[in-house]
């Protein structure tokens, strides 16, 4: 895997002006490239020296115009699970902010904890539970992070408001990081529930707290592909999300061009 030096000097010599917003595309919501006017792209492979691994993860950067809003893509993400240490994951976050990237949005397919909530529901996060992290946290350091408001409350109001006028089902809830790769088993669950969570996935949270710590501000959105108590694999995953695809790109669209002007 590349340095932090060595994707910084990469990412210089492949885009020249970088956006202020950067979107990560998580397993299911890479569609919204489709309808994009693409100006540049750099595969992982080139970029970090890895490949993304895992299916439904196109694994490049993108820079792209939707409605005329230049944004930053990042298609896919790097995961622990995959043998990657918190702090390599979190790789893309250290060296886009240093270019120039202010606002993040996170987004992933994740697991049901909350018996209120339905296969097929967004959910805007107001908040990660971090206690997984703790033998492989990416913050390295005295580096005491106010973790009380981890989601900026205009930007979870601004997607409150985008799905509201489209009518698509959505709660606000928590997410909490699983490294996997395996499932949750069915004690794992309960016990995530009772300790507050209302989704679980394996993801967002490390890219969450290197973004807060150098001042990005953050929206997480998840898409529910599985309840808790039923069997799942990874291809009801990517199914679920494909059957939402035309609300993720609605949704994306809408967001990343009126959150802020580029």
């Not at 693409?38 to 993108?62: M, N, R, T, Y």
């Not at 709660?171 to 794992?188: A, K």
Request: aromatic fraction near 8%; proline fraction near 3%; include cysteine.
């Amino acid at each position: 895997m590349h340095t932090e030096n060595q994707a910084t000097s990469i990412l210089q010599q492949r885009i020249k002006s970088m956006p202020s917003q950067l979107a990560i595309l998580g397993s299911g919501w890479s569609r919204v490239l489709e309808g994009a006017e693409i100006e540049a792209e750099v595969g992982f492979q080139e970029w970090l020296g890895v490949s993304a691994s895992v299916p439904g993860h196109d694994g490049k950067l993108v820079i792209a115009k939707l409605n005329g809003h230049r944004v930053a893509i990042m298609a896919g993400r790097l995961h622990t699970y995959e043998g990657y240490t918190a702090e390599q994951v979190t790789l893309p976050i250290r060296v886009l902010a240093a270019a120039g990237v202010t606002e993040l949005l996170v987004t992933a397919a994740c697991g049901g904890l909350n018996p209120e909530y339905q296969v097929g529901d967004f959910v805007i996060l107001n908040d990660v539970m971090t206690l997984f992290l703790a033998l492989d946290n990416p913050l390295v350091g005295p580096k005491f992070l106010d973790m009380s408001a981890v989601f900026d409350v205009e930007l979870r109001a601004k997607a409150k408001a985008i799905m509201t006028k489209h009518q698509i089902r959505f709660q606000e809830g928590s997410y909490c990081y699983y490294h996997g790769p395996n499932y949750e088993s069915p004690v794992d669950k309960r016990a995530l529930h009772i300790l507050g969570a209302d989704v679980v996935g394996m993801s967002t949270v490390p890219e969450v707290l290197v973004a807060r710590w150098l001042k990005l501000k953050v929206t997480g959105l998840a898409f529910v592909t599985n309840l808790a108590f039923v069997k799942h694999d990874h291809k009801e995953v990517l199914a679920a999300a494909e059957a939402a695809s035309s609300q993720m790109v609605t949704v994306l669209q809408e967001f990343l061009t009126s959150a802020s002007e580029n």
